[in-house]
């Protein structure tokens, strides 16, 4: 190496450090998994963008993944390019996202996963998890069924989509919480609702038909739970009965507030937005960040609602 | 001596192939569950598949005209945002017309691109099924629509109301069923469409105008999306921005199982109709008889094939092709 090209490359190095130093604003990249495809990841980029606009020593860089692997993955090398101080990544699939997070973290640019996890195999290249507990929300859950029905009775579970994670954390949660703490509630069957409403209303139709005692629905969102309200309340058979949610909607929320529906897990995504944010900042400050940052999701019922705001989604 | 059967059974019954296995599928699941044929299941039933039903009946003409329609599960996502969100906003009066209107403009928008400027359907079907999902998305920015007074409000009679003690889905889709029977296989239109399917060049020395029969099956199929998204609007009271996502090939599907081809030039209504009863059933069934959710996808396609095959056989006399 000549000396004229060490010189060049050192008056280099200084002049990143002095940049690095005179800049107290941090540049994050964003890719999110797919704005708009319903109101909760619309309602969360608002509130991302919100929450970083008012902190005046960060910069964002917002990108959507439109819900297709090979973009996000193409996303993330930009903003590994870009030199961003920190990458939040919502993953599209938490199995085919583990390459470009293991790059960005060759990179030393610390990855911050938002909402649902990354698989186990990408967890080390990660600095930190923040989201929701849909374990813990499958628990909370069942405590409630349990409560409402007494520990006595037979009830059935609608599911989200087969095959998503969240779907299967919080029937998970939901079925090991159910039979350790009420042994005496019997579940007849558990099929899926696709967390589409039609989809949910039409298998809570087929439940009706063929058993003659229900006394408790629980759906894995509260989008899918009103489906099986309505075709409850169509049967004649809605008195008595008891509806469990999760994710509290708006019309989960009406539903309540109406006396129809017991409760539901209150998640905001606000909350979320601004927790990942935050859990990002925390990394840069070089604080210690536990792996796994949940934030709180607690229960709503009919006594407690008025404590929260109606959900935006 | 199947084959001899089948072929001495003579055309009439040959042909019926999707009727036989319907009733022997319907007899299976009856045997294996003892609420399966009780009238409330059978009503139930009836009344879920009236939205699949009603837009099977539009695409059920599409594709004996020669052609595919793959945008009728994102369009049923905008036509309900559209009729939800209208209905607190201008009334219901205004919002059905309102949104029959703009859904039939997306269903000129296919029957130009495929009609008169001669497109390939799938590539334009499976765009306006990717495109019409994001206008979806724009017009709602992503948020859920409902409707706040469910009770109070006459738009609740077309997906929860009931005439002469028959749930209006099934009068709506019945009626509209025989209507289309009638247009298809007695009146010069339905004949025009099955000639454009069958023979396209013929049918332009026959002096049939063809880009406008294909145009007009475009519009057809939208109406009927406009319809079924009318009875699932009332029926949920309320709609997803992705609703109708995968509706598309469950229509399909009861297309094909009801024999239509894919080739074009041959179908029916009536059978169609058979074959969303049956798609019905089978879910039905096997939620009844307790089955998990991955059984039905197995089942459901297992039967179409085998009716597809049993069709087909029935058809040209012989289980498997006289081809090498």
Known sequence: MTNSMRLLLASCGTLALASAATADTVRIGITQNNVGIDSYQTTYERAFIEAAEANPNVDVIVLDAGGDVARQISQMQDLIQQNVDAIIIWPTDGQA???????????????????????????????????????????????????????????????GMPGYTTAIERQQGFDDRLAELCPGVTQLDIQPGDWNRERAQRTMETFLTRFDQIDGVYSGDDNMGVGALNAAIAAGRAEGMVFIGATNFAVGYDAMARGEYWGSVYQSPVDDARAALQTALDVLAGEDVPKLNYFDTPKITQENMHEFDRPVF | MLLARLKAGGPAIAKQGILVAFIVFMITFSLMSDRFLSADNIMSVFRQSAIIGVMALGVTIVVIGGN???????????ATVLVVDLHDKIGPELAIPVMVLATLCLGAINGFLIGILRLNSLIVTLGMLSAIQGLVLIYSGGQNVDIVDQTGTWFAIFGRGAMFGIATPIIIFLGLALVFHVIMTTMPFGRRVHAVGGNPTASIFSGIPRSRVVFMTYLISALCVAIAAIILGSRVMGSQNNVGLGYELQVLAAVILGGTSLLGGSGSILRTVLGVLMLAFIQNGLILMGQPYYTQWLVTWVVIIVAVWLDVAAKRGRLFSPIA
Not at chain 1, 103 to 125: D, K, L, Q, W, Y
Not at chain 1, 128 to 146: L, R, T, V
Request: proline letters at 4%.
């Open chain 2, 68 to 78: 595919l329609d793959l945008s009728v599960g994102s369009m049923l996502s905008f």
């Open chain 1, 97 to 159: 996202l583990v390459p470009a997070v293991r790059n960005a973290h060759r990179e030393g640019i610390p990855v911050i996963v938002t909402n649902s996890n990354i698989a186990e195999a990408g967890m080390e290249f990660i600095a930190a998890f923040s989201g929701p507990n849909n374990i813990q929300q499958g628990i909370y859950s069942a405590e409630m069924m349990c409560e409402a029905l007494d520990g006595e009775g037979q009830i059935v579970q609608i599911t």
